[in-house]
């Protein structure tokens, strides 16, 4: 899955338009990788 189906698949999910969804797993990136970053599991 690429970033563009998986925002697809948010939207479809959530109820939620594209650029709603392409913020909410551009957030959702963001945090994994700050997560990470500072030695945390997920």
Known sequence: MNRKELVEE???KTGSNNAQAERAV???GE???DT????DSL
Do not use: D, R
């Open 10 to 12: 948010m939207a479809t």
């Open 26 to 28: 551009a957030a959702l």
């Open 31 to 33: 945090i994994i990788s």
């Open 36 to 39: 990470l970053q500072m030695g």
